[in-house]
Nanobody, 123 residues
Framework: QVQLVESGGGSVQAGGSLRLSCAAS?????MAWFRQAHGNEREGVAF???????IYAEYVKGRFTISRDNAKQILYLQMNSLKPEDTAIYYC????????????????????WGQGTQVTVSS
């Protein structure tokens, strides 16, 4: 298991931008961002594999960009055009196994999780 530390959350107005970072203590194949709003289940936001494959949830496609620096073991999430419904705690997740289009959204497929960072978007 790798240790994950997120940073970059905060409060912005609708239409604003934030960038989240997740530093991993070692190499990992699959990395993803999840979020959990109050009273809701944790949901997948975006996924990035070490071979460059990325995929996004429909509700963030075109607004969020996931990227990773494999040399530094850092995962990023650039969030633009933020909406109040994006308000949630955002979590970084990682797993050494290969995750695919059909499996990346499932939280139980990740063995490592960060502590979470709050993102609040006001209208």
């Amino acid at each position: 298991q790798v240790q994950l530390v997120e940073s970059g959350g905060g409060s912005v107005q609708a239409g604003g931008s934030l960038r989240l970072s997740c530093a991993a203590s070692g190499y990992t194949n699959s990395m993803a961002w999840f979020r959990q709003a109050h009273g809701n289940e944790r949901e997948g936001v975006a996924f990035a594999r070490s071979d460059g494959y990325t995929i996004y949830a429909e509700y963030v496609k075109g607004r969020f960009t996931i990227s990773r620096d494999n040399a530094k073991q850092i995962l990023y999430l650039q969030m633009n055009s933020l909406k109040p419904e994006d308000t949630a705690i955002y979590y970084c997740a990682a797993d050494p196994r290969v995750r695919t289009e059909s499996s990346w959204r499932l939280p139980f497929n990740y063995g490592s999780w960060g502590q979470g960072t709050q993102v609040t978007v006001s209208s």
